[in-house]
Each structure stands twice: as structure tokens, then as C-alpha cells.
């Protein structure tokens, strides 16, 4: 996993779902708290602004009074058309235009005043307990104080006192000559305009309401899929626990975490081994009931801050803390001892690679959980699939190995474009009279970089990757071209027989392709054989039957690859029409000191001779064996008794002056050369030319 998927997916572990619910309500706290100052803003400036203007009347009302003299002074006051009255410095009644305007007997001007208000003009606003809503606070400000209407029927004659407008009454003063002028005014506000005010803040509200409650919807929507997202990305389906993220994650916290430095852990690659098999003879829904056994056993043998996981479809990383190497190993065997058995109608089998994480990473705090992890399921990979219940341990071989790989892959098309591999001849002769009878062809790779490299380190590797094909194409194009060239310098050819691996014979013109190759070189396909090993016999047989058939047809010979090594291949050699036998080099080590050996040879030759073949003996080297096998009536022999593989100026220089019996010449367009000869033959010393024929 990357580190920035990483850092994403511990992020999102982390978080959760409070905050999201946290911001909602503080937004909607706040944008509640908007609203509501926007509507206090609104009513208090248009009472202010309708209290002002009342306000300038009073003043008016005023002037108008201290201008007229005593006489004309209530004329003047009742034509304003407003309840008002006057008191003069001493607080004392005047005058009285309209009813109820003050309670004379507690010679106040006004039982009810709760309180004054001096609005911008300088006039004074007085509260008025029966009617008034205004009141206005300590420092002055003027709000509405609706506890102070003592009843709804008062509050309702007041809204109600005109169909269309609601008015609020109240009491202002002014300074006048001989005292103070108490009017009667009044806010009013026309119905309709309250109306349109309280719809829109009514309509404010609604949609603050219905916002909010989508947000909150919405926030509810998103905490159940993060809480369903967190499940995928953490939980494994099938155990309903630790997933490989989790896993990871978690594991690399632990190790970072640890306070005593000197606890070692180890993690372990647990494989439940033929897994497929098991679900393709029955159920992908048994399967996974056996892997949650599994992952059950492994959690209950584990210790309880150990870790386990379920990943891809059949393997569980497991981490451990441990003590000792031993107890480790035991712990893993009674593991893989247990799983064994989980199931009474079956024999399963587990495998498990492990490796051990250094007590201090290198750097501190930095801890790559899943490169230990690779690094053990790369030892469980060393496993043979018949090694069941195998534990391996990873070390520095297998990275070796790995590298190897790595830097034979990254070479293989340029070593082929630039021609580093270079084709050895092994000669076979004939026991009866050391003569030459034939040749294989075998490949050496001279690598400017990684040096002279023999095929046991990169066919297999050709094999496994598919590139063995391209090699195969290139080592028959190669022996038929040196074919073609030592027949042009008048050897006497005999035929060269070329490996051509398993994996060809999946192409249904395999048999074509040889043809074309060696035709393309222009040399006789009876100079060439193919060596087929006995696995290929394994696949499809009506297929290779076919492909033999036109071998065959086009002129080249086919060889049965070291017979006898692996499993028994009779039975191809019942069905398929095949011209040489090459007896495996292991049935030779050790005849010489036991007759059972001497007689397997003896019958497979009879055999061979029976079924009209010619049989070749690989791997002879000692003198005993060429006797038997020549008493045997072997036809030919290879081996480093007679030659080692040698480069093809070698081999060309035992053509020229080898006894061929059985040889191909071509007449037409011959031109007998010097042959080339070389050093660089591969044979160590005291190995071969003391008994080359
Ligand atoms: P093979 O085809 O069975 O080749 C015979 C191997 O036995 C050769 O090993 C040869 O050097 C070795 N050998 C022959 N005589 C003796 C002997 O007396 N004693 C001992 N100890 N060994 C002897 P080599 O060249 O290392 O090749 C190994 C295998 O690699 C071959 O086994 C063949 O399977 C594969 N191989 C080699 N060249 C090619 C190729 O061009 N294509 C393919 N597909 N496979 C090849
Ligand atoms: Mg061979
Ligand atoms: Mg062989």
C-alpha cells in the first residue's frame, strides 16, 4: 500500500461522525441567532423611526403651547386631537385636554409611568402600565416589555383598537414654559405591513427550518455511509474482523507503539493450501465457512494483542510477539496442526512462511509492516505444494533468489536481440565404433554483465514466464543456420537433435513454425530432432500426437526426452510414434556396483528396440558403463565419458574429422572449408579428451 493510501486510510479510521453533528448544530445555532437579530433589527428600527416623528408632533405641540398665551393655551392643546396634560415645575396639575390622562389624587402625572425614554429629538417617552407596550430599559433603549399588559383583553382592545392598523399608545413629554407637557401618542402600524413583516420572518424561519432539516438529513445520510464505508474498507466479509488495511494498519501502530523495544514479533504468511479445490468440488459458501473456522482457530491459538487477518481469497497474515525461535515454530505447528482437522471429512493442508521483524526498525517509528510481510510469503513460496504443513523461514537466499529473477527478466529480450546466448554442442556417438552419430544442442548465455551463465539457472525461469518459447525459436533458427553452414563447408552433418519445452505444445502450429524456422535457414529438416521432455507427455496427447504426426510428415525426427525421470511416460510410448529414446542420465549413476540398474537399462533399450526406436544413453561417464551400454546394443551415447557441450567451432572441427557413418551431405552447392577450431571448448580438464574416440 502506498503511503499516501496509507495516511488516507488512517485518516478516515480516525475520524467520526460527532463532528459533522457538531458543526450542524453550531450553524444552525448561529444562522437561528441571525435571523432573530434581523427581526429585532427591523421591528426596533421601524418603531424608532415611527417614535420619532411622534415625537417631533409632541415638540411641535410645545412650541405651539409656549408661543399662545394662558388663555388660548387648552384650545391650542385640544386641537392637536390627542389625550395630554400639563404639570408645572413642582409636579402640580394645570391643565387636561381628553380623559384619564393622570391620577390626580397621588398627584403623580400618571399612575401607570414604568419608565422614560428620551428619543432623538429630545423628547421624553413615558410607559404607560394599562396601555403601553413600550418600556425602555436602564440604559435607555427602547423595547417592547409585552409582561408589561396586565391583560389580553387589554392587550387585544389595544391591537384591535382600528380594523386596520394595530397602535401602540404611550405617553411623551416636552418642556413647555410653565412646566411639562404630558400627549397621549400613538405607534400604529398598518396591519397589512405586520402582516407582510411577520410572513416574511415567519417564511425565514420555515426555510431555516427546512434547511436545517435537510442538513441534518444529509449529516445522518453521510454518518451511515461512513460508518458503511469504514466497514468496507476495514472488515473483511467472510470473518467479519481485520481485513489487510486494518491489518496493516493496526499492526504498524503496534510495532511503533511497543514500549519494550525487545519484545520481538514475526509475521507469518498462513496459507490455506488447495483452497480452490476444495470450492470448486463443492461450494463458495462452504469455502467460506472453512476459511471463518480458520480464522477462528487462528484468532483463539494467537495471544490476545496478536493480530490476524483475512485477505485475498486463501491467506491470513497473522502477527505475533514471540520469545524464542522455537516456541514460534511450535506455536505456527500447532496452529497449522489444529486447522488440519477442522473439518472430519477432509484432510486439509496449510502452509506458512514467516518472518522475523528486526527488534529495532531502522529508522525510528517507521515501520513497514507489509515488507515483512511480502518477505514471508516469498519464504512460504519456496514450498513445494506437496510439502503440506511446511513452515519456512525467510532469509537472505530467497532475496537473492528474487534478484536473480529480476535481473534474468530484465536481461532476457536484449540478450536474445543482441545474440548472447550461444549454442553448445554435446556430441553422441555410437559405442559400437566411436563414431559421430549426432549432436544436441544446448544453451549457454554469455552475458556481458552477469557473465557465462548455464541453463539450469534461467530455463526454468524461461519456463515460468513464458519466454522459453522465444529461446526455443532462436536455438532451432541457430543449429539450423550452423547446419546450413557446415554442410556448405562439406562436413559430413549428422543430425542435431534441439529441446523444445512443454510449453510450445500449446501451440496448435507448433509443427509449422519449426518447419518455417529451419526452412528459413535453408537446412534439411532430417538434420534436425526434436527432444520433447517426458512432462510434455502429461498434456494434451491428442494434440501432441498431432504435432509428432507432422513433425514427422515434414522430415525431422522426435526424441523422448530424458525417459525414466520423472513419472512413467510407458504409456506415451504406447500411443505416440516417436523415432529416439533418451534414457535419463539418473539411470546410470550407480550401475556399475548393482545388476537392477544394468537390468532396467537392459529392458528399456529391449523396449525401445521392440517399438522401433533408437535409444540414446545421456549422462555416461565412466568406461564400465559405455562396455554395458555397447553390449546393451545401445545406438548412441552422450555423455562427458566421450564430450562435454562444446562451442560450435568445436564441434565443427569433430564433424570434420570424426567417422560419421550415418551422415548427410549435400552435393550441389558444397564448398569443403577448413574447419574452425577453438579454446573455449567447456570441458575441464582430464574430464573428456583423454577419451574422445
Ligand atoms: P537435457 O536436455 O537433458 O540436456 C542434457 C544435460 O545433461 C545437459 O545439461 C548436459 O550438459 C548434461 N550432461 C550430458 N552428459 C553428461 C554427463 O555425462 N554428466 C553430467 N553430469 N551431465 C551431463 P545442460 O546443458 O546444463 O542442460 C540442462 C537442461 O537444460 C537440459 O537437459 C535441457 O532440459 C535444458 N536445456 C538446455 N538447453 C536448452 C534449450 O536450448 N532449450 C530448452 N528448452 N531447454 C534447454
Ligand atoms: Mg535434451
Ligand atoms: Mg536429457
Given at each position: 500500500m502506498s503511503?499516501?493510501?496509507?495516511?488516507?486510510?488512517?485518516?478516515?479510521?480516525?475520524?467520526?461522525?460527532?463532528?459533522?453533528?457538531?458543526?450542524?448544530?453550531?450553524?444552525?445555532?448561529?444562522?437561528?441567532?441571525?435571523?432573530?437579530?434581523?427581526?429585532?433589527?427591523?421591528?426596533?428600527?421601524?418603531?424608532?423611526?415611527?417614535?420619532?416623528s411622534?415625537?417631533?408632533?409632541?415638540?411641535?405641540?410645545?412650541?405651539?403651547?409656549?408661543?399662545?398665551?394662558?388663555?388660548?393655551?387648552?384650545?391650542?392643546?385640544?386641537?392637536?386631537?390627542?389625550?395630554?396634560?400639563?404639570?408645572?415645575?413642582?409636579?402640580?396639575?394645570?391643565?387636561?385636554?381628553?380623559?384619564?390622562?393622570?391620577?390626580?389624587?397621588?398627584?403623580?402625572?400618571?399612575?401607570?409611568?414604568?419608565?422614560?425614554?428620551?428619543?432623538?429629538?429630545?423628547?421624553?417617552?413615558?410607559?404607560?402600565?394599562?396601555?403601553g407596550f413600550l418600556t425602555v430599559d436602564e440604559s435607555g433603549n427602547l423595547e417592547f416589555d409585552y409582561k408589561s399588559v396586565l391583560s389580553i383583553e387589554q392587550l387585544t382592545d389595544v391591537l384591535y383598537a382600528d380594523e386596520d392598523y394595530v397602535s401602540f399608545p404611550y405617553w411623551t413629554s416636552a418642556p413647555v414654559k410653565d412646566g411639562t407637557l404630558f400627549v397621549k401618542t400613538v405607534i400604529r402600524f398598518d396591519i397589512n405591513d405586520l402582516i407582510y413583516v411577520g410572513i416574511i420572518i415567519l417564511a425565514a424561519g420555515v426555510l431555516l427550518l427546512f434547511v436545517g432539516a435537510a442538513m441534518f438529513a444529509n449529516i445522518i445520510s453521510n454518518i451511515v455511509d461512513h460508518v458503511k464505508m469504514k466497514r468496507l474498507l476495514f472488515m473483511d466479509h467472510i470473518s467479519d474482523d481485520h481485513n489487510w488495511v486494518r491489518f496493516l494498519i493496526e499492526g504498524e501502530e503496534m510495532l511503533k507503539?511497543?514500549?519494550?523495544?525487545?519484545?520481538?514479533?514475526?509475521?507469518?504468511?498462513?496459507?490455506?493450501?488447495?483452497?480452490?479445490?476444495?470450492?470448486?468440488?463443492?461450494?463458495?459458501?462452504?469455502?467460506?465457512?472453512?476459511?471463518?473456522?480458520?480464522?477462528?482457530?487462528?484468532?483463539?491459538?494467537?495471544?490476545?494483542?496478536?493480530?490476524?487477518?483475512?485477505?485475498?481469497?486463501?491467506?491470513?497474515?497473522?502477527l505475533i510477539a514471540y520469545k524464542d525461535e522455537k516456541e514460534l515454530r511450535m506455536l505456527i505447528h500447532s496452529i497449522i496442526g489444529e486447522l488440519e482437522k477442522i473439518d472430519s471429512d477432509h484432510k486439509f493442508a496449510f502452509q506458512a512462511g514467516v518472518d522475523l521483524i528486526p527488534a529495532s526498525p531502522k529508522k525510528r517509528n517507521v515501520v513497514f509492516l507489509e515488507h515483512y510481510y511480502n518477505n514471508a510469503c516469498a519464504a512460504r513460496m519456496t514450498l513445494e505444494e506437496t510439502d503440506e504443513s511446511g513452515i519456512a523461514f525467510f532469509n537472505q537466499k530467497i532475496i537473492d533468489e528474487h534478484k536473480w529473477i529480476d535481473n534474468i527478466q530484465e536481461r532476457q529480450q536484449r540478450a536474445i536481440d543482441n545474440e548472447e546466448f550461444v549454442v553448445y554442442y554435446q556430441p553422441k556417438y555410437d559405442p559400437s565404433d566411436n563414431s559421430l552419430k549426432g549432436a544436441e544442442a544446448l544453451v549457454r548465455w554469455n552475458s556481458p554483465d552477469l557473465g557465462?551463465?548455464?541453463?539450469?539457472?534461467?530455463?526454468?525461469?524461461?519456463?515460468?514466464?513464458?519466454?522459453?518459447?522465444?529461446?526455443?525459436?532462436?536455438?532451432i533458427r541457430h543449429v539450423a543456420r550452423d547446419q546450413r553452414r557446415w554442410l556448405n563447408s562439406g562436413y559430413n552433418c549428422v543430425p542435431v537433435s534441439v529441446n523444445v519445452s512443454r510449453a510450445h505444445f500449446i501451440e496448435d502450429d507448433l509443427a509449422d513454425q519449426i518447419r518455417d524456422l529451419v526452412r528459413g535457414e535453408n537446412c534439411p529438416t532430417n538434420l534436425i530432432e526434436i527432444e520433447l521432455t517426458e512432462s510434455a507427455f502429461f498434456d494434451d496427447k491428442k494434440a501432441l500426437l498431432t504435432t509428432i504426426g507432422k513433425l514427422k510428415e515434414y522430415g525431422f525426427s522426435v526424441s523422448m526426452d530424458d525417459f525414466g525421470s520423472g513419472y512413467s511416460s510407458l504409456n506415451s510410448l504406447k500411443d505416440?510414434?516417436?523415432?529416439?529414446?533418451?534414457?535419463?542420465?539418473?539411470?546410470f549413476r550407480g550401475i556399475s556396483d548393482d545388476d537392477r540398474g544394468e537390468k532396467v537399462v537392459s529392458a528399456a533399450i529391449k523396449l525401445a528396440k521392440d517399438l522401433s526406436m533408437k535409444v540414446v544413453a545421456e549422462g555416461v561417464e565412466e568406461k564400465g558403463q559405455v562396455e554395458f551400454l555397447k553390449h546393451e546394443e545401445c545406438d548412441m551415447i552422450q555423455g562427458f565419458y566421450f564430450a562435454r557441450p562444446m562451442p560450435g567451432e568445436d564441434y565443427a572441427a569433430r564433424l570434420a574429422g570424426g567417422t560419421a557413418t550415418e551422415t548427410v551431405t549435400e552435393s550441389a552447392e558444397e564448398t569443403v572449408a577448413e574447419p574452425e577450431t577453438s579454446e573455449s571448448c567447456e570441458t575441464p580438464e582430464g574430464a573428456d579428451g583423454a577419451n574422445e574416440p
Open positions: 503511503n499516501t493510501s496509507r495516511s488516507k486510510a488512517m485518516k478516515l479510521r480516525k475520524s467520526h461522525a460527532g463532528w459533522g453533528i457538531f458543526m450542524f448544530i453550531l450553524i444552525f445555532l448561529m444562522a437561528s441567532v441571525i435571523l432573530a437579530l434581523i427581526a429585532s433589527m427591523l421591528i426596533t428600527f421601524s418603531v424608532n423611526s415611527k417614535a420619532l411622534e415625537a417631533d408632533a409632541v415638540n411641535y405641540m410645545a412650541k405651539l403651547y409656549d408661543l399662545t398665551d394662558e388663555k388660548n393655551t387648552d384650545l391650542v392643546l385640544s386641537n392637536s386631537n390627542r389625550d395630554c396634560y400639563v404639570l408645572d415645575k413642582d409636579g402640580n396639575y394645570l391643565t387636561e385636554i381628553g380623559k384619564n390622562t393622570c391620577d390626580q389624587s397621588s398627584g403623580q402625572p400618571f399612575s401607570g409611568i414604568v419608565g422614560s425614554y428620551t428619543a432623538g429629538t429630545g423628547v421624553k417617552i413615558y410607559t404607560d402600565k394599562s396601555h507503539k511497543r514500549r519494550n523495544k525487545s519484545k520481538k514479533y514475526a509475521v507469518v504468511n498462513l496459507v490455506f493450501v488447495k483452497y480452490r479445490n476444495f470450492v470448486l468440488c463443492h461450494s463458495v459458501e462452504e469455502g467460506e465457512d472453512q476459511l471463518r473456522k480458520v480464522y477462528n482457530i487462528i484468532r483463539r491459538k494467537i495471544g490476545k494483542k496478536d493480530m490476524v487477518a483475512h485477505v485475498s481469497t486463501s491467506s491470513f497474515p497473522i557465462f551463465i548455464s541453463p539450469g539457472r534461467f530455463i526454468p525461469i524461461f519456463e515460468e514466464n513464458g519466454f522459453i518459447t522465444e529461446l526455443d525459436h532462436y536455438m505416440l510414434p516417436l523415432d529416439v529414446l533418451k534414457l535419463d542420465a539418473g539411470f
